[in-house]
């Protein structure tokens, strides 16, 4: 199937499952209100973490060893092994002390709908590995199809039981959504290898290490807003960055495409190259929709939203801006996984975690959340730094460095006069970023073999 084929079906479905969720927004904001909305983002919360302790990075670990394994299924069934034998005994630990967990959360939420996320957790860790097989054997169509139904059928619940049933009606909804995708998912379902993959392990498990301390620097925030500002003050917040994550993945398709390609890409120096100029032009289209998301968003939430909701309408374009600085991290840091190790990334996230821990501390709690926001840019600008330094020590790339520097520059003039309602300027830039990156005449043959490079 051909590339751009390939990233469309990509996009097309990411797209929809993405929108599904947020068209309910207004519905599901309606019946909940600003308390229990929180609650709601509480547990969301909770799945970003127990889902990376569950997978064990083992999904990143097939992308990254499965073009080299002689025989791949027997690598699927082991990664299957290795997440259904943690996903049993966490999640059994979980349910039997879930009262006394539950009590810990800010909120806190309902116990039912704690333990049914839980369970969601569980399915959605085991449909990742079927998935990732389709992803592998670029089977997009299976892929997208299956997601899709997923999604509507969550949706569908959630407008029956969130009425009489709120946050739990949520949960509920989630769970029967996922046991669903488990059964659509049956027949890509790898035999499993009842064996540990130590190279698979050790890899994944440097790898959730390193996931877990960029949790706490994008994702622990709202417990840490819940807990000294109150669970109301996480749903605007909440709901900002579920917009500005919406957005963000608008590069999800190119990545689906080409995280898996991009180590084939290093065994000559003309592969080397493009897999530079590829890179560079993914962390401009990440960008360009910072761009869009401060030109429009904050407009259509005054729109979509009730008025108790609209200071999400001042959060977006800076969430937006610090969104733009962590997707562009994901395509720098290609000399860190390069290895098979993964400790570079360990050490990076470290620091930023550090770092986040200290706003959370000190910062948080004297200032409101527009500060944790501008806190939350420069760590992930200063993570973009330092993850490019030690991927150019580990897997030297000619990247062309003047064209995004001269589009962060655009996208810092952007935000400056979306702030100050200089709106012809707004629109100037925005339009001016446009043609930085489709024209750049002073790289035209870069760009000219780089889009070559993409349609092979």
């Known amino acids: 199937m051909k590339t751009l084929k390939v990233v469309a079906i990509y996009g097309i479905g990411l797209v929809f499952c993405k929108l599904v969720g947020l068209a309910l927004q207004p519905y599901v904001t309606?019946?909940?209100?600003?308390?229990?909305?929180?609650?709601?983002?509480?547990?969301?919360v909770l799945t970003t973490?127990?889902?990376?302790?569950?997978?064990l990075g083992v999904i990143d670990g097939l992308y990254r060893f499965c073009h080299d394994e002689s025989q791949p299924e027997r690598l699927l069934g082991q990664a299957l092994w290795q997440v259904s034998l943690c996903g049993f005994i966490l999640?059994?630990?979980?349910?039997?002390f879930s009262p006394q967990l539950q009590a810990l959360l800010p909120g806190p939420p309902p116990l039912f709908a704690f333990n049914c996320f839980l369970l969601t957790i569980f399915f959605n860790a085991m449909n990742a590995i079927p998935l990732a097989k389709l992803r592998i054997d670029n089977n997009a169509k299976r892929f997208v199809t299956i997601q899709i139904i997923i999604a509507l059928v969550q949706a569908g619940l959630i407008l029956y039981l969130v009425r009489s049933w709120d946050v739990n009606g949520i949960a509920m909804a989630g769970l029967i959504a996922q046991i669903i995708g488990s059964l659509l998912l049956y027949p890509q379902w790898p035999k499993p290898n009842f064996s540990i993959n130590k190279t698979l392990l050790k890899y994944g498990a440097?790898?959730?290490?390193?996931?877990?301390?960029?949790?706490?620097?994008l994702g622990a925030e709202r417990w840490a807003?819940?807990?000294?500002?109150?669970?109301?003050?996480?749903?605007?917040?909440?709901?900002?960055?579920?917009?500005g994550v919406a957005a963000s993945l608008l590069i999800e398709p190119f990545s689906l495409w080409w995280f898996p390609k991009r180590f084939s890409l290093v065994n000559t120096e003309e592969q080397k190259q493009q897999l530079a100029n590829i890179t560079i032009l993914a962390c401009q289209l990440c960008i360009l929709i910072a761009a869009a998301v401060i030109l429009f968003g904050p407009a259509f939430l005054r729109f979509w939203l009730e008025p108790t909701f609209h200071y999400s309408s001042i959060l977006l374009p800076f969430i937006a801006l610090w969104l733009m600085f962590k997707g562009c991290c994901t395509f720098l840091n290609v000399g860190c996984y390069y290895h098979?190790?993964?400790?570079?990334?360990?050490?990076?996230?470290?620091?930023?975690?550090?770092?986040?821990?200290?706003?959370?501390?000190?910062?948080l709690p004297m200032f409101d959340i527009l500060v944790l926001v501008y806190c939350g840019i420069g760590?992930?600008?200063?993570?973009?730094?330092?993850?490019?330094?030690?991927?150019?020590?580990h897997l030297p790339l000619s990247y062309p460095l003047p064209s995004l520097f001269l589009s962060l520059?655009?996208?810092t003039f952007i935000c400056f006069c979306q702030q100050y309602q200089f709106t012809f300027l707004l629109f100037l830039l925005t339009a001016l970023l446009c043609i930085q990156v489709y024209w750049p005449w002073h790289h035209y043959c870069h760009y000219r073999n780089l889009l070559r490079g993409i349609q092979t």
């Open 30 to 44: 309606s019946h909940l209100g600003l308390e229990n909305y929180g609650k709601l983002d509480v547990l969301l």
């Open 49 to 55: 973490l127990l889902s990376l302790l569950i997978s």
């Open 91 to 96: 999640t059994g630990l979980l349910l039997f």
């Open 206 to 217: 440097v790898l959730t290490i390193s996931g877990l301390l960029g949790f706490i620097s």
């Open 225 to 243: 807003i819940a807990h000294y500002l109150g669970v109301d003050a996480v749903s605007p917040y909440a709901i900002a960055m579920q917009w």
């Open 340 to 363: 098979e190790h993964g400790k570079g990334i360990l050490m990076i996230n470290s620091l930023s975690t550090l770092l986040s821990l200290f706003v959370f501390i000190y910062i």
């Open 379 to 393: 760590i992930q600008a200063l993570r973009l730094v330092i993850f490019y330094l030690y991927s150019q020590h």
């Open 409 to 411: 520059a655009l996208i």
